[in-house]
């Protein structure tokens, strides 16, 4: 029986407050307005950012809310005027909307899209309401996305159809850490064939962009982490060298690293969200010409510094977000990428976890030896 034009009950993981676990619940989700659509979620990636906004440190984050935005689902209905999607669709939530309308999307200068971003950092749909209730309380959506639940709604600006042959499980990592990481080697730094660069934290993100260093014919890759575990697979993602700030004490790492290079690296990339690695990051660039680029994302009010000198002498700081990449005109090509060989996906996922333990996944991306958990959220 279609459910098209119906309130779905279902569950989704609800996160009533900052710093509690999530909890399952039944739900009720509206049918999509105008220009929305609704998805069935098969498949969730849990990013770091999932965890950061549910410790309370995201100043956009609100309460209670249904988080998640590495997703993977199928079309089950469309609003009225969604001519893009239809029934059936395979698709991935983009937390970074695509409208190609806005100033952002024509300015050929961003992959960042005003369409939808206000309503979508105060965790409301762009009619400023929600579409989810839990107990007869409204429940915020987050980053546009909410793939925490069995059927979310999102902006059909903030959706893109994929090919329908590989599997979800996998794909849903192109909702962000593999693209995020890829991206912002390959779209933000541009990284040049011959060039040194350094990465520092060995997550999903920043071995996502040691794989995009390697595509575009980095020299040298050097991997820094405070986990020793991570050797092994960064240089399975295209690391040549291997960091552990640990093991210099009593010399900062950015010494270390422009000792290692001549004078300093061509690319850095922050993944970790630590401000003080970001400083470090852009003081191991090379004089002249050095870029780093920030990816991590730090807590609420916390702030990047360094000596101005640092910039005037050539060192340029950059910021990317989703890699750069255009949700809606660049994911065909990456998901091409997957299946020619030429993209490692599967390798991302070091746990699987049903929705119920939605949970354990939080856990044990705090573990040390996990890259990513996927949570199966309907079969
Ligand atoms: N800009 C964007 O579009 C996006 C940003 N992000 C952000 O990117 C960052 C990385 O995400 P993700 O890969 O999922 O995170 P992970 O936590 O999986 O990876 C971060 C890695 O950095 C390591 N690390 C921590 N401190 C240091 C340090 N001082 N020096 C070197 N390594 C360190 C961590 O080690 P340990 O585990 O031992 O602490 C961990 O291995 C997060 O801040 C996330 O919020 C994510 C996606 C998109
Ligand atoms: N809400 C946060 C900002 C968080 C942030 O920087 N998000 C990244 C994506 S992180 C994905 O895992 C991003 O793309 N930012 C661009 C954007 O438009 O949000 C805060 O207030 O600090
Ligand atoms: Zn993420
Ligand atoms: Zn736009």
Same mark, same amino acid.
């Not at 350094?198 to 575009?216: E, P």
């Not at 401000?275 to 920030?294: F, P, Q, T």
């Not at 910021?319 to 091409?336: R, Y």
């Not at 991302?348 to 929705?355: A, E, G, P, S, Y």
């Given at each position: &029986?279609?459910?098209?034009?119906?309130?779905?009950?279902?569950?989704?993981?609800?996160?009533?407050?900052?710093?509690?676990?999530?909890?399952?619940?039944?739900?009720?989700?509206?049918?999509?307005?105008? !220009?929305?659509?609704?998805?069935?979620?098969?498949?969730?990636?849990?990013?770091? +950012?999932?965890?950061?906004?549910?410790?309370?440190?995201?100043?956009?984050?609100?309460? @209670?809310?249904?988080?998640?935005?590495?997703?993977?689902?199928?079309?089950?209905?469309?609003?009225?005027?969604?001519?893009?999607?239809?029934? =059936?669709?395979?698709?991935?939530?983009?937390?970074?909307?695509?409208?190609?309308?806005?100033?952002?999307? /024509?300015?050929?200068?961003?992959?960042?899209? =005003?369409?939808?971003? #206000? +309503?979508?950092?105060?965790?409301?749909?762009?009619?400023?309401?929600?579409?989810?209730?839990?107990?007869?309380?409204?429940?915020? !959506?987050?980053?546009?996305?909410?793939?925490?639940?069995?059927?979310?709604?999102?902006?059909?600006?903030?959706?893109?159809?994929?090919? @329908?042959?590989?599997? /979800?499980?996998? /794909?849903?990592?192109?909702?962000?850490?593999?693209?995020?990481?890829?991206?912002?080697?390959?779209?933000?730094?541009?990284?040049?064939?011959?060039?040194?660069? #350094?990465?520092?934290? &060995?997550?999903?993100?920043?071995?996502?962009?040691?794989?995009?260093?390697?595509?575009?014919?980095?020299?040298?890759?050097?991997?820094?982490?405070?986990?020793?575990?991570?050797?092994?697979?960064?240089?399975?993602? =295209?690391?040549?060298?291997?960091?552990?700030?640990?093991?210099?004490?009593?010399?900062?790492?950015?010494?270390?690293?422009?000792? &290692?290079?001549?004078?300093?690296?061509?690319?850095?990339?922050?993944?970790?969200?630590?401000?003080?690695?970001?400083?470090? #990051?852009?003081?191991?660039? !090379?004089?002249?010409?050095?870029?780093?680029?920030?990816?991590?994302?730090?807590?609420?009010?916390?702030?990047?510094?360094?000596?101005?000198?640092?910039?005037?002498?050539?060192?340029?700081?950059?910021?990317?977000?989703?890699?750069?990449?255009?949700?809606?005109?660049?994911?065909?090509?990456?998901?091409?990428?997957?299946?020619?060989?030429?993209?490692?996906?599967?390798?991302?996922?070091?746990?699987?976890?049903?929705?119920?333990?939605?949970?354990?996944?939080?856990?044990? &991306?705090?573990? =040390?030896?996990?890259?990513?958990?996927?949570?199966?959220?309907?079969?």
């Amino acid at each position: &029986m279609s459910t098209e034009g119906k309130v779905i009950h279902c569950r989704a993981a609800v996160a009533w407050e900052a710093k509690k676990p999530l909890s399952i619940e039944d739900i009720e989700v509206a049918p999509p307005k105008a !220009h929305e659509v609704r998805v069935k979620i098969h498949y969730t990636g849990v990013c770091h +950012t999932d965890a950061y906004t549910l410790s309370g440190s995201d100043s956009e984050g609100v309460f @209670p809310v249904i988080l998640g935005h590495e997703g993977g689902g199928v079309v089950e209905s469309v609003g009225e005027g969604v001519t893009e999607f239809q029934v =059936g669709d395979h698709v991935i939530p983009l937390y970074t909307a695509e409208c190609k309308k806005c100033k952002f999307c /024509l300015s050929g200068k961003t992959n960042l899209c =005003g369409s939808v971003r #206000a +309503t979508q950092g105060r965790g409301l749909m762009p009619d400023e309401t929600t579409r989810f209730t839990c107990k007869g309380k409204p429940i915020f !959506h987050y980053m546009g996305t909410s793939t925490f639940s069995e059927y979310t709604v999102v902006a059909d600006v903030s959706l893109v159809k994929v090919d @329908p042959k590989p599997s /979800l499980q996998k /794909l849903c990592l192109l909702g962000c850490g593999v693209t995020t990481g890829f991206g912002a080697a390959t779209r933000t730094a541009k990284v040049t064939k011959g060039s040194t660069t #350094a990465i520092f934290g &060995m997550g999903c993100v920043g071995l996502s962009v040691a794989q995009g260093c390697k595509a575009n014919g980095a020299s040298r890759i050097i991997a820094i982490d405070v986990n020793p575990k991570k050797e092994k697979i960064a240089r399975e993602f =295209g690391a040549t060298d291997f960091v552990n700030p640990k093991d210099y004490p009593d010399t900062p790492i950015q010494q270390v690293l422009v000792d &290692m290079t001549d004078g300093g690296l061509d690319y850095t990339f922050d993944c970790t969200g630590n401000v003080n690695v970001m400083r470090a #990051a852009l003081e191991a660039c !090379h004089k002249g010409w050095g870029e780093s680029i920030v990816i991590g994302v730090a807590a609420a009010g916390q702030e990047i510094s360094t000596r101005p000198f640092q910039l005037v002498t050539g060192r340029v700081w950059r910021g990317s977000a989703f890699g750069g990449v255009k949700g809606k005109s660049e994911m065909g090509s990456l998901v091409q990428d997957y299946l020619d060989g030429k993209l490692k996906v599967d390798e991302f996922v070091t746990h699987t976890f049903d929705f119920k333990d939605i949970n354990k996944a939080f856990d044990a &991306m705090h573990s =040390g030896d996990c890259i990513r958990a996927v949570v199966t959220v309907t079969k």
